[in-house]
């Protein structure tokens, strides 16, 4: 048990017969103070400077104070200019149980160091072009807030940035339209965003995902169908993707006139789950393009993308743009989900209790200096190279088996003659010791850990070659 | 550093000179086996024990083995079997960093100790009729699965329970009925239900949460506006009570009329961000015969009641019913995420990478433990009875600045004459060393942790009585 503390200087309590003659045994006194004690105004000039830092990051609306949770215990949260206040507005952890299972609710009372994790961590890891973060649980709430803010900022362009009307208010709180507009979110085919349901009007991998449950009319275009290797059949792409903007002109024209404009387009930089569909650096250049033409926010969500496996620490980054998004979603290896996003995106209505947890920041600042001691960026584009020379060998040996193998970094898949046959590889390779996946119909999909090293990826295409032969 | 583990036989790696010719020099050794080793076929028998105890709990189709992650390391994982396997599919976590960083993804592979910990934790704490309970890693994902599974039960009734149509199957990719069907959720205005935008379409408690978001055409109830202490009004309550279980059923009937049925009625036993609004037992009872009767599911969000501050450890148990609902979702006070339901109400599509993070049950199980070693909800109806008579003595006190005090167990509530007033007490009190919260238009809501005992309702009540002098 903690050492009881010593009850400072209460400034406030003046205990009164009224309730004094009531009061009830004290037990469990060694946790606990013995009262409120005031040292300065709340928010304290710590606070305040504090409140200021997190502000260059992302919203600080909500926030009441930061608190000092090592000094917190009992009924008391104490903030970090030394004020301990009797707490009745306890919605969130009993804290008081070990400062471990605390977990502070980030947008109201965040701790004294955030900031400076944030820094350490997300921050120092923005992709071009951002400065701003916000946190939060999971890949679904990330993009589901991401899109919150595409809505608010499309809104208040279209109101030009001025309040909302009384029409909105009252509109709003019955679901209907001008509060509730009728806006749309353009997504592709073959893309996975998430589970709850504004990400899943937007997910079209699988129809498992998205079967009995509503959903939004909002436009679904195209993803690129492209021959692998990409630089063995540029016309033929090329060609494809002019066709898959086109329809994504049309859809944002058509979206428009029925009364639900895109207020954004969302896109991961290879579609993942729906079969490791890549498209080219020329493509995404159109589409941001096409994007801003349109007045569309453009959202890259490398949740499945993002932390290095493409050999770059965000997939975007082989585009080579000086802007390639508005908004960049992360979550998976990133430890904790969330959202950069440009200054204008900024949403101060975007919120909730947890926003996130602030102890995933600590594991990611050690896993980026992992990253950049062992440099495994480098190792990761040389074990990737590898790993895809291996795919093409056995593709050029096993023709009738294998097709496009094709990745980035060690971010591979190559597609397996059918289903069936993908299957039967899958569960041969896992009773040989080496845990593979499947994505899109017939595609397996490699996703090796950041330390996948050269020698890792010889002994999976050993033991990948037995298999194939067991197949042919 | 992990002392290196002497690698065990690998019975399935045949080194080639292709690729051994190739191999780069090994580093961080340390940190890794020498290659994958398998001793049973996968899932192996412990596996599949675990696999079926957890099934008694929640789905289980997409687990592929149970994890030993503190045997696995570096780029090879080993389930409960001793089967080491070469990890291709690393979505998630760098695992080699520290145990502690590893955040399993309980959907496909959880360690081996999680039935177990469940049992100790949620489910020693399960409401009546519910032996499942599905986790969560937040209060908005938890009400947002929920829905889909409510979704997923209707959908699966109207089928007579046969495999979807190739239809429904082609319709749901493109966000269109029959695959994505027109259902709807029945809510009551004043609610709260999170804020991502299956939630938010059921959230009726504060415009800026709405506003700017596109939402779903679904019904909105009146919830009861009670006159305090509701014994003191029981006819008025109960003709009031009346009209509202009217209107929800012509909400059902039109609702269905216009082929939006509702799959699922959703409420809260006490509506909390909507300004602490009571219903009587009778009321909740009757709405849900009439759920039952229509064929809707019915779910009660216990996000903010749920966890003892009530005095029992879910508000519903106040409702004294055999069966109260068929879904209860719950996160805040209990640590985790997530939803108990009636074994009808298992989908097992409700699905995504993390399904909550198993450490915080081994703190639940932890929480509650100090719960009932303390008797704390007896110890909250205490301090919960003590607080609501001082607020009735200060009401008498000040009838022109307070009405309505109500509560139940510690989670209680008092109207402040107005917006203005009720802010500046807010401040107040903070200044005095008590941290107060507001809710509704112009309430004040009481949101002690359980460990607040009778002489901490004395001080506060000292402390308010002082702010309210100032106001008079």
Request: hydrophobic share 35%.
């Amino acid at each position: 048990n903690p050492t009881y503390p010593v009850a400072r200087q209460t400034n406030v309590i003046t205990l009164r017969t009224l309730y004094m003659s009531k009061a009830a045994a004290k037990t469990q006194v060694e946790f606990e103070y013995d009262g409120p004690s005031m040292k300065t105004e709340v928010p304290g000039p710590r606070s305040k400077e504090l409140t200021k830092q997190l502000g260059e990051i992302q919203n600080v609306g909500a926030i009441n104070f930061f608190c000092n949770y090592e000094e917190s215990r009992g009924n008391y949260l104490v903030d970090v200019d030394g004020n301990r206040m009797l707490d009745y507005t306890h919605l969130l952890y009993p804290y008081w149980l070990s400062a471990f299972v605390n977990r502070p609710a980030l947008g109201i009372m965040p701790p004294e160091n955030f900031p400076e994790k944030l820094a350490e961590s997300l921050l120092s890891v923005a992709p071009s072009g951002m400065s701003r973060v916000q946190t939060m649980a999971c890949g679904s709430c990330s993009n589901e807030n991401a899109y919150k803010a595409m809505f608010i900022w499309y809104r208040n362009k279209e109101r030009g940035h001025n309040n909302p009307s009384d029409e909105d208010m009252s509109s709003c709180m019955i679901n209907q339209s001008p509060g509730c507009p009728d806006f749309s979110i353009l997504s592709f085919m073959g893309g996975f965003h998430g589970r709850t349901m504004g990400c899943l009007a937007t997910t079209h991998s699988k129809a498992i995902h998205k079967l009995d449950v509503p959903s939004f009319d909002w436009p679904i275009a195209p993803f690129p169908k492209l021959k692998y290797p990409l630089e063995e059949f540029t016309r033929e792409n090329a060609q494809e993707e002019a066709r898959c903007l086109e329809e994504v002109e049309d859809l944002i024209v058509q979206w428009r006139q029925k009364g639900r404009p895109v207020a954004g387009i969302v896109i991961e930089p290879i579609q993942a789950e729906g079969g490791d569909n890549h498209a080219t650096p020329d493509f995404f250049k159109k589409l941001r393009n096409i994007a801003r033409k349109h007045g569309s926010a453009f959202h890259v969500d490398e949740v499945q993308t993002g932390g290095g496996a493409t050999g770059k620490f965000w997939a975007h980054e082989h585009w080579g743009m000086d802007d390639p998004a508005d908004i960049v979603s992360f979550s998976k290896k990133m430890l904790t989900g969330g959202y950069y996003h440009k200054d204008e995106l900024q949403a101060y209505r975007i919120f909730n209790t947890w926003m996130g947890d602030p102890s995933k920041n600590l594991f990611l600042a050690e896993v980026l200096n992992v990253i950049r001691r062992e440099n495994l960026l480098e190792e990761v584009t040389r074990s990737g190279k590898t790993l895809l020379q291996g795919l093409y060998q056995l593709q050029d040996q096993y023709p009738n088996l294998l097709s496009s193998a094709r990745g980035q970094g060690t971010f591979c898949a190559i597609d397996i003659r059918d289903d069936a046959t993908r299957n039967s590889i899958l569960l041969k390779a896992r009773d040989k010791g080496v845990l593979l996946g499947g994505c899109g119909d017939r595609s397996i999909r490699f996703r090796p850990a950041l330390v996948f090293k050269e020698y890792h990826v010889h002994m999976f295409l050993n033991v990948f070659s037995d298999v194939l032969a067991e197949h042919n």
